[in-house]
């Protein structure tokens, strides 16, 4: 069975949520895959190790994970949250970014440290800054939806499905509204479907005459309404109906 | 070149019910099978490009006859359609969505469906995709300047706009019916259209357009086994009636030409922006 680890870095649990939000199709999922780690569903493997000056507890990302489901961006200012994306690289074939803050950093883009308990956390950054990340998919979450079809299709192989996360995850890590601007509307390319409106989450963007209007201040940089836009991306698929 | 993309079956219609015939562009067949959906429960919400003040359009979700007749009739500018998808499904809580656009916008719908990173529970709510045939569209100012500046009609006095006969005609509520030939619009043309290749809505349920059939009626591509089913039952309701494409006069022959004439024009356009190292939709 194939081996998928839920591997938390600095997110908020929503990107797990929205797949739990599958209902049934969630179980489907977890009777095709074998759930290897998951501290928010499943025990954690906690190994205890004592030597002579201290006891060791950690909780440990196991080895021959087939596809790590990374939920987060990474506190450059943490060591311990470095070292687990690290492990998970190591120890992952696929490693997907789940999500705004694993993919482009979302809200996270915003933190600046100085809060308690640790004001000296202030730095985050997407985990494609600090490890080869194979595919992403945005949103702050991303839908339902879109994380069953991209583990069905991961499970099955399908790379011509997830050809358009595995390029998001070499170029999207700087998604913001203005994606839409500079690769759309720059380009001569938008024809004012209003696919980037409706999918921004936050409602960042409303179409003025038929374009976009991007709210900067609303923008939480998750990365929809670039990934959405069929002026962008129109993968052959999509061509395919019945 | 493959002129109108996959499809079942094609027809010339039009809606039977006389009210609809009077407010819509052509044979009234978006009109007519939405207002059949709302009435035989297939669809509960539609997505229509209402009228607004100054001939001007706005995406909305209709749920009444009213309202989508209110909205029949074409535009020729950019109504962003697919902006008002979600609310449909979230604020008015609609399951059955009926959603009309342009080739470019059901192309738009149908990626959402397949790739709905920000559509979470709407993909399953879609239960009808009309598409209308669509050689190129304009920019609210760019229409305006053709009606006002070379029609001298203004835009609060629109009643009608249509394309047809190598024209634009604009028609007044004070019954003037003005026309300027096409290839003087082309400077309002939205340039972005310079890149599509879809001229019948290909990735549609059922497409349709006013070429191929005579003033009145409409020309129908029946494309998806759900959009053949839904057409038999409007038919068999009574809600539109039907003649043989091949027994209309100018036929497919001419959606043809026009089809092709599109593509191959702005294939050239794709080429040209690839050769100076622009994007175009991939
Ligand atoms: C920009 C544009 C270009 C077109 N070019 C061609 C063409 O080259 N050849 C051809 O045969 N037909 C073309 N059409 C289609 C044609 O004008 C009619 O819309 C179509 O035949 C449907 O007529 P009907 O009587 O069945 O629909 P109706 O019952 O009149 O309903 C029309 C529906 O279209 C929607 N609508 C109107 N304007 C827009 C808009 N701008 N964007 C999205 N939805 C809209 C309305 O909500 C309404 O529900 C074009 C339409 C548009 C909008
Ligand atoms: S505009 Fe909206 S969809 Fe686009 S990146 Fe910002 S928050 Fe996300
Ligand atoms: S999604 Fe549609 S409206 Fe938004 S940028 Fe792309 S083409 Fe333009
Ligand atoms: S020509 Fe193409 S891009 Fe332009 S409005 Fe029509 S369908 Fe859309």
Redesign the pocket.
């Known amino acids: 069975m194939v081996r998928v680890a839920h591997i938390h870095m600095s997110g908020c649990t929503g990107c797990l949520i929205s797949l739990a939000d599958t209902y049934e199709k969630l179980l489907d999922i977890l009777g095709a895959v074998d759930l290897v780690y998951a501290l928010t569903l499943a025990d954690e493997k906690t190994e205890i190790t004592e030597t002579d000056d201290k006891i060791l507890i950690e909780r440990k990302i196991p080895e021959d994970i087939d596809i790590a489901l990374v939920e987060g961006s990474v506190c450059l200012d943490d060591h311990h949250s470095v070292e687990d994306i690290l492990t998970t690289r190591k120890n992952s074939k696929i490693v997907v970014a789940l999500g705004a803050c694993a993919a482009s950093g979302g809200v996270t883009r915003f933190a600046r440290g100085g809060q308690m308990s640790q004001p000296a956390h202030s730095a985050f950054v997407p985990i494609g800054d600090v490890i080869k990340v194979d595919l992403a998919l945005p949103g702050c979450p991303p839908s339902t939806e879109s994380i069953v079809n991209l583990i069905m299709a991961a499970l099955n192989g399908d790379m011509d499905y997830l050809e358009p996360f595995a390029e998001i995850a070499k170029y999207g890590k700087d998604a913001c509204g203005c994606d839409v601007i500079k690769n759309v509307i720059d380009q001569s390319l938008c024809m004012g479907c209003g696919t980037c409106a409706a999918a921004c989450q936050v409602k960042a963007i409303d179409m003025i005459e038929g374009k976009p209007n991007i709210m900067t201040e609303f923008c939480i940089k998750c990365g929809i309404c670039g990934a959405q836009c069929p002026r962008v991306r129109f993968p052959e698929l999509v061509q395919k109906i019945e | 070149m493959d002129p109108f993309g996959k499809y079942i079956k094609a027809v010339s219609a039009r809606a039977a019910d006389k009210e609809?015939l009077k407010k819509?562009?052509?044979?009234?067949?978006?009109?007519?099978a939405?207002i059949y959906g709302l009435e035989s429960g297939l669809l509960d919400g539609v997505i229509?490009?209402d009228k607004e003040d100054g001939f001007a359009?706005a995406p909305k979700v209709a749920t009444t006859r009213e309202e989508?007749l209110n909205?029949?009739?074409?535009?020729?500018?950019?109504?962003s359609?697919l902006s008002v998808i979600k609310s449909a499904v979230r604020e008015y809580g609609c399951e059955k969505v009926g959603f009309?656009?342009?080739p470019c916008?059901v192309q738009s719908i149908r990626k959402a469906i397949k790739y709905p990173v920000g559509y979470r529970h709407v993909p399953d709510k879609i239960a009808l995709i009309m598409g209308?045939?669509?050689?190129?569209?304009f920019p609210y100012n760019g229409m305006k300047a053709i009606v006002e500046e070379h029609c001298g009609i203004k835009m609060d006095d629109v009643v009608k706009t249509d394309?047809g006969k190598g024209k634009f005609w604009v028609y007044s509520k004070w019954g003037d019916v003005k026309t300027i030939p096409l290839k003087d619009t082309h400077p309002y043309e939205q340039i972005s259209c310079h890149v599509c290749m879809d001229y019948t809505a290909e990735l549609a349920d059922i497409s349709?357009?006013?070429?191929g059939s005579p003033d009145g009626w409409?020309?129908i591509f029946v494309r998806t086994a759900k959009g053949e089913e839904y057409l038999n039952k409007m038919v068999e309701a009574g809600a539109i009636e039907t003649k043989d494409i091949d027994a209309v006069k100018p036929g497919l022959d001419l959606v043809q030409k026009?089809a092709l004439s599109k593509k191959e024009k702005n294939a050239k356009e794709v080429e040209h922006r690839k050769e100076i190292g622009l994007p175009v939709p991939y």
């Open positions: 609809i819509a562009q052509d044979g009234g067949i978006v009109s007519a939405y229509i490009a359009a989508i909205a029949a009739g074409t535009k020729y500018t950019v109504c359609n009309v656009g342009t916008q209308i045939f669509c050689m190129e569209n394309i349709t357009g006013s070429v409409s020309t026009l």
